[in-house]
């Protein structure tokens, strides 16, 4: 917040001088709204071409929450999916079941489906597991984003091959890459810390793939109010037991002091991967005795859960 | 007939992420002024003068209604 620019009656865009919407702290570049649309879809289109994640004749499933992060990813890839023939689409929508705040984001997310031609399916808490997320969490709400984020993970990977998908994209932006860093290094999670999904790992996974992985989470926001596609939805009510919004808060306070400082962390993140290819940093696949998903143990992540719920 | 000096009494709305509003007088100064003097950081909304799009480096003052958007959610 020490950041504090000289006043301008209206900043000029960088590239044809009308009004700016947005300022790009690390390029220090002012944009209007048709640039900054440009600049950013080329930049996914740049992310995805520089590192493979999209090839001709796949399907992918996009995982749509409904909220600004999935709903522009969408819109992108919609935009972008010509460039490879034969590729296609399809949303997937998770009802975790959590009330007053699930409703508007899956309206949201029909609506879009709908505007764009794309296949929406939508999947819940209740078909996977039994029970809505609110019931799961009675007594155990501080573990709320762990569990929800467990079944979350797998509703929209079950729904992804039952869809025919080959890879499962998600609204994952360059502010939350740069906060999973910071938390995995808090918690001292080397394993987590390299892992990845992506493309060219193991094949008991569907490749998970994150296109704006490169867009701050302001321009990816600023990018759908100029479209008149930003909607203002209600706040998860279990945000507040996540450290992430802890993370969050200091991080984006980093940034705003010394810009680059999310991208720094991506990068020391990418380095510590390159040290650690080919070194046994993971346990080894294993399948799990109950339901055969992949998983690292004797038992899923899923499999424990429910044993412990019903503990 | 008129007064001879005519007073504009010029007033700036503030429309706060959560809604609340705030009348502020004789208001003039950027964006960034503006987050930093209520303590938000300027990353995590986006802002709009008058129903358009501004960087934290437009100025604002005068009658314009500002409305500050919250767009960082979940966990």
Same mark, same amino acid.
């Given at each position: 917040?020490?950041?504090? $620019?000289?006043? %301008?009656?209206?900043?000029? @865009?960088?590239? @044809?001088?009308?009004?700016?919407?947005?300022?790009?702290?690390?390029?220090?570049?002012?944009? @209007?709204?048709?640039?900054?649309?440009?600049?950013?879809?080329?930049?996914?289109?740049?992310?995805?071409? %520089?590192?493979?994640?999209?090839?001709? #004749?796949?399907?992918?499933?996009?995982?749509?929450? #409904?909220?600004?992060?999935?709903?522009?990813?969408?819109?992108?890839?919609?935009?972008?999916?010509?460039?490879?023939? =034969?590729?296609?689409?399809?949303?997937?929508?998770?009802?975790?079941?959590?009330?007053?705040?699930?409703?508007?984001?899956?309206?949201?997310?029909?609506?879009?489906?709908?505007?764009?031609?794309?296949?929406?399916?939508?999947?819940?808490?209740?078909?996977?597991?039994?029970?809505? *997320?609110?019931?799961?969490?009675?007594?155990?709400?501080?573990?709320?984003? +762990?569990?929800?984020?467990?079944?979350?993970?797998?509703?929209?990977?079950?729904?992804?091959? $039952?869809?025919?998908?080959?890879?499962? $994209?998600? =609204?994952?932006?360059?502010?939350? %890459? $740069?906060?999973?860093?910071?938390?995995?290094?808090?918690?001292?999670? *080397?394993?987590?810390?390299?892992?990845?999904?992506?493309?060219?790992?193991?094949?008991?996974?569907?490749?998970?793939? !994150?296109?704006?992985?490169?867009?701050?989470?302001? %321009?990816?926001?600023?990018?759908?109010?100029?479209?008149?596609?930003?909607?203002?939805?209600?706040?998860?009510?279990?945000? !507040?037991?996540?450290?992430?919004?802890?993370?969050?808060?200091?991080?984006?306070?980093?940034?705003?002091?010394?810009? =680059?400082?999310?991208?720094? *962390?991506?990068?020391?993140?990418?380095?510590?991967? !390159?040290?650690?290819?080919? +070194?046994?940093?993971?346990?080894?696949?294993?399948? @799990?005795?109950?339901?055969?998903?992949?998983?690292?143990?004797?038992?899923?992540?899923?499999?424990?859960?429910?044993?412990?719920?019903?503990? | 007939?008129?007064?001879?000096?005519? /007073?504009?009494?010029?007033?700036?709305?503030?429309?706060?992420?959560?809604?609340?509003?705030?009348?502020?007088?004789?208001?003039?100064?950027?964006?960034?002024?503006?987050?930093?003097?209520?303590?938000?950081?300027?990353?995590?909304?986006?802002? /709009?003068?008058?129903?358009?799009?501004?960087?934290?480096?437009?100025?604002?003052?005068?009658?314009?209604?500002?409305?500050?958007?919250?767009?960082?959610?979940?966990?």
């Amino acid at each position: 917040m020490e950041q504090r $620019a000289a006043r %301008e009656e209206s900043p000029a @865009c960088a590239c @044809c001088g009308e009004p700016a919407v947005v300022y790009q702290l690390v390029t220090r570049r002012h944009l @209007c709204g048709t640039h900054l649309v440009l600049d950013v879809e080329e930049r996914v289109r740049a992310t995805i071409q %520089e590192t493979g994640q999209i090839s001709p #004749g796949d399907r992918i499933a996009v995982g749509l929450s #409904g909220g600004k992060d999935s709903t522009a990813l969408l819109v992108i890839l919609s935009r972008l999916l010509p460039a490879w023939p =034969g590729a296609s689409l399809v949303a997937i929508t998770v009802d975790e079941g959590i009330a007053g705040y699930r409703a508007d984001t899956m309206r949201a997310a029909e609506r879009l489906t709908e505007w764009l031609g794309v296949e929406h399916r939508i999947v819940s808490f209740r078909e996977l597991i039994g029970d809505d *997320l609110d019931a799961l969490l009675l007594g155990r709400e501080t573990q709320a984003c +762990t569990i929800c984020g467990i079944l979350r993970k797998k509703a929209l990977a079950d729904a992804a091959r $039952a869809a025919g998908a080959t890879a499962i $994209a998600t =609204g994952h932006n360059l502010d939350d %890459e $740069a906060q999973s860093v910071l938390m995995n290094a808090f918690r001292g999670d *080397l394993p987590r810390l390299v892992r990845t999904t992506g493309t060219g790992t193991s094949t008991a996974f569907l490749p998970r793939i !994150k296109p704006l992985m490169a867009i701050p989470e302001k %321009e990816i926001a600023s990018y759908l109010f100029v479209q008149d596609l930003f909607s203002v939805l209600p706040e998860c009510p279990y945000t !507040k037991y996540a450290l992430r919004a802890e993370v969050r808060t200091l991080l984006s306070d980093y940034e705003c002091r010394h810009p =680059g400082t999310m991208q720094h *962390l991506i990068e020391s993140k990418r380095t510590i991967e !390159k040290y650690c290819a080919g +070194t046994p940093v993971m346990e080894p696949l294993h399948r @799990c005795r109950e339901c055969g998903d992949p998983c690292s143990g004797d038992l899923c992540q899923v499999c424990r859960l429910r044993h412990s719920l019903l503990e | 007939m008129l007064p001879a000096f005519q /007073s504009f009494h010029q007033t700036m709305k503030v429309i706060l992420p959560d809604q609340g509003v705030r009348v502020m007088e004789q208001g003039q100064g950027t964006v960034g002024d503006l987050l930093h003097e209520i303590g938000i950081n300027p990353l995590e909304v986006i802002v /709009s003068r008058n129903g358009k799009l501004v960087p934290e480096q437009a100025a604002i003052g005068g009658n314009d209604e500002i409305r500050i958007i919250r767009i960082a959610h979940g966990g």
